[in-house]
């Protein structure tokens, strides 16, 4: 009898093993889908992930949030992005960010261009050697010949330096010596974003500023305009951004102008071969060779006119940049930062080549397409994180580097940091 009820016994615990283990692996079957759904390379991965309940402690929100957004894009970067801290400054100089977001609402209120401005500007320092400032440097370790980042052909039409520098001052009057022209640059970009539409992202701060320019290398990883995908993609591969990054990023292209001499190629000899560039919508090229010259001819004595690349309508505006008013030709349109750029991609209507290059590749234009398949919400999400990627590129921190007084010059800092 002992014997029989052990022969019932032993199936059920058996049974209740199997129904354990087949659970266990149910949950890490479905723990690894959603790792592969996180994955850039699954389609299924553009729908917004539920919410979350947030932590009780509002600071642990935000560094949970970071962290969680920044752990993906962690492996292989070899920076020192896991040394930057939230509210770096909350002892040094605890009015820091905040004197940041009140300076730009100002400069914002007055020159809402500053917005692209300054993405451009970011974009241009990071690109080169990390967020390092290096780019507003007239000079590099004190040599006053060598060639610098801003005299590299891509970097030439970048604007916003002086609004960085007039922030920088009125920081140094209240903490002279403690906040990075590195971070104030990362903060004010982060919020002229915000001004223009565009999605609030957390960021860590504690960048130093570097004391070395680097013209070679602005010469040759900048993105041209008339890059093909093969190029944009070993450029952003290279510091670490997936083909989801590269194609959010570029929506930063949904504001700001660009001046017709970047798209003449395209308008009527692409690459100097006589023709205009072929992955131009029809009606599109007739439309911008229209505008272009439009624009040009209404300019004072036939300078350069400028476009927004929401591209529909010619209005003239100072540029807000130069304090005077220069009149330069733009063209505008109802749009700001949304996915109607990706809609524009969709049409064969992209502004520059490099642009439209992300139709050329099911890599890229999977993306494009999944953008203009909800209400923005996708793309927001996307190229929030990737800025947050973007702005941690090869940071300073520590001992490196150093703080300067003046963003365009190592002065005595170089000697005492």
Same mark, same amino acid.
């Given at each position: 009898?002992?014997?029989?009820?052990?022969?019932?016994?032993?199936?059920?615990?058996?049974? &209740?093993?199997?129904?354990?283990?087949?659970?266990?692996?149910?949950?890490?079957?479905?723990?690894?889908?959603?790792?592969?759904?996180?994955?850039?390379?699954?389609?299924?991965?553009? @729908?917004?992930?539920?919410?979350?309940?947030?932590?009780?402690? =509002?600071?642990?929100?935000?560094?949970?949030?970071?962290?969680? +957004?920044?752990? *993906?894009?962690?492996?292989?970067? !070899?920076?020192?992005?896991?040394? /930057?801290?939230?509210?770096?400054?909350?002892?040094?100089?605890?009015?820091?960010?905040?004197?940041?977001?009140?300076?730009?609402?100002?400069?914002?209120?007055?020159?809402?261009?500053? @917005?692209?401005? /300054?993405?451009?500007?970011? %974009?241009?320092?990071? %690109?080169?050697?990390?967020?390092?400032?290096?780019?507003?440097?007239?000079?590099?370790?004190?040599?006053?010949?060598?060639?610098?980042?801003?005299?590299?052909?891509?970097?030439?039409?970048?604007?916003?330096?002086?609004?960085?520098?007039?922030? &920088?001052?009125?920081?140094?009057?209240?903490?002279?010596?403690?906040?990075?022209?590195?971070?104030?640059?990362?903060?004010?970009?982060?919020?002229?974003?915000?001004?223009?539409?565009?999605?609030?992202?957390?960021?860590?701060? !504690?960048?130093?500023?570097?004391?070395?320019?680097?013209?070679?290398?602005?010469?040759?990883?900048?993105?041209?305009?008339?890059?093909?995908?093969?190029?944009?993609?070993?450029?952003?591969?290279?510091?670490? $951004?997936?083909? *989801?990054?590269?194609?959010? /990023?570029?929506?930063?292209?949904?504001?700001?102008?660009?001046?017709?001499?970047?798209?003449?190629?395209?308008?009527?000899?692409?690459?100097?071969?006589?023709?205009?560039? +072929?992955?131009?919508?029809?009606? %599109?090229?007739?439309?911008?060779?229209? &505008?272009?010259?439009?624009?040009?001819?209404?300019?004072?004595?036939?300078?350069?006119?400028?476009?927004?690349?929401?591209?529909?309508?010619?209005?003239?505006?100072?540029?807000?940049?130069?304090?005077?008013?220069?009149?330069?030709?733009?063209?505008?349109?109802?749009?700001?930062?949304?996915?109607?750029?990706?809609? !524009?991609? /969709?049409?064969?209507?992209? +502004?520059?080549?490099?642009?439209?290059?992300?139709?050329?590749?099911?890599?890229?234009?999977?993306?494009?397409?999944?953008?203009?398949?909800?209400?923005?919400?996708? $793309?927001?999400?996307?190229?929030?994180?990737?800025?947050?990627?973007?702005?941690?590129? !090869?940071?300073?921190?520590?001992?490196?580097?150093?703080?300067?007084?003046?963003?365009?010059?190592? =002065?005595?800092?170089?000697?005492?940091?």
């Amino acid at each position: 009898m002992k014997n029989m009820k052990m022969k019932i016994v032993m199936p059920k615990l058996w049974s &209740k093993w199997i129904i354990l283990v087949l659970l266990i692996s149910v949950l890490v079957s479905l723990w690894n889908r959603s790792s592969i759904t996180e994955s850039d390379d699954d389609y299924s991965s553009l @729908s917004p992930p539920p919410p979350q309940p947030p932590p009780a402690d =509002a600071s642990t929100s935000f560094e949970f949030l970071t962290t969680r +957004l920044l752990q *993906r894009d962690s492996v292989g970067q !070899g920076s020192n992005r896991d040394h /930057l801290q939230y509210d770096f400054y909350r002892n040094t100089c605890p009015d820091a960010e905040e004197m940041v977001r009140k300076s730009m609402m100002r400069i914002h209120s007055q020159h809402p261009e500053v @917005s692209a401005a /300054l993405l451009r500007l970011l %974009f241009h320092d990071c %690109f080169i050697e990390g967020c390092d400032a290096s780019i507003f440097l007239d000079d590099s370790r004190g040599n006053q010949s060598h060639q610098i980042e801003k005299d590299a052909v891509p970097n030439r039409t970048l604007k916003g330096f002086e609004k960085i520098d007039m922030i &920088k001052e009125e920081i140094e009057s209240h903490c002279p010596g403690v906040v990075s022209c590195a971070d104030i640059l990362a903060l004010a970009t982060r919020e002229g974003i915000v001004l223009a539409g565009g999605p609030f992202y957390p960021l860590f701060t !504690g960048r130093r500023d570097s004391v070395e320019s680097y013209f070679a290398e602005a010469m040759a990883e900048i993105p041209r305009p008339d890059d093909n995908i093969r190029q944009i993609l070993r450029l952003f591969h290279h510091r670490g $951004f997936t083909e *989801r990054d590269t194609v959010s /990023l570029l929506g930063a292209h949904s504001i700001g102008s660009i001046g017709c001499e970047f798209i003449e190629g395209r308008l009527h000899s692409f690459l100097n071969t006589g023709m205009p560039d +072929l992955t131009m919508a029809t009606d %599109f090229l007739t439309e911008m060779r229209e &505008k272009c010259n439009n624009s040009i001819n209404s300019t004072n004595g036939g300078g350069v006119s400028s476009m927004s690349m929401k591209s529909h309508s010619v209005i003239r505006r100072s540029s807000g940049f130069t304090g005077e008013e220069d009149q330069l030709a733009s063209i505008s349109s109802i749009g700001g930062f949304s996915s109607h750029y990706y809609r !524009g991609l /969709l049409r064969g209507r992209g +502004l520059l080549h490099s642009d439209q290059q992300l139709m050329a590749d099911e890599r890229t234009a999977r993306f494009v397409r999944a953008y203009v398949n909800d209400d923005g919400t996708t $793309f927001r999400r996307d190229f929030a994180r990737a800025m947050m990627k973007m702005s941690s590129l !090869g940071v300073l921190t520590g001992s490196e580097g150093h703080i300067r007084e003046n963003c365009s010059s190592l =002065a005595s800092s170089f000697s005492s940091s």
